[in-house]
């Protein structure tokens, strides 16, 4: 099993940038495609982005798309988030996942890291 580990979340202005990172200890991430959620307080855990394995095949929520982009470092054994044009719909605690296969669900993810908190302010 794959431990997962997210950075990079803070307090930031609408409109403002954040870069998310989800490091992995115990094996490579390189095996894994990666799906990022958030879930919001009082609401259902929703999916945001995902990256296969290799970083061909890339997905988004309609709520993020043009605004954030996944990627990958399989050499730093890392998966990055960039966020922009953040917007206080976003404010949410942000989690990596990882998996064999990509996928849209959190149920199609079996390995989780502990979140990461986003909070945007108006």
């Known amino acids: 099993q794959v431990q997962l580990a997210e950075s990079g979340g803070g307090l930031v202005q609408a409109g403002d940038s954040l870069r998310l990172s989800c490091a992995a200890s115990g094996r490579t991430l390189k095996n894994y495609a990666i799906g990022w959620f958030r879930q919001a307080p009082g609401k259902e855990r929703e999916f945001v982005a995902a990256?296969?394995?290799?970083?061909?095949?890339?997905l988004y929520a309609n709520s993020v798309k043009g605004r954030f982009t996944i990627s990958r470092d399989n050499a730093k054994n890392a998966v990055y988030l960039q966020m922009n044009s953040l917007k206080p719909e976003d404010t949410a605690v942000y989690y990596c996942a990882a998996d064999q296969f990509i996928g849209t669900t959190h149920r199609e993810y079996n390995n989780w890291g502990q979140g990461t908190q986003v909070t945007v302010s108006t």
């Open positions: 990256i296969d394995w290799i970083g061909g095949n890339v």
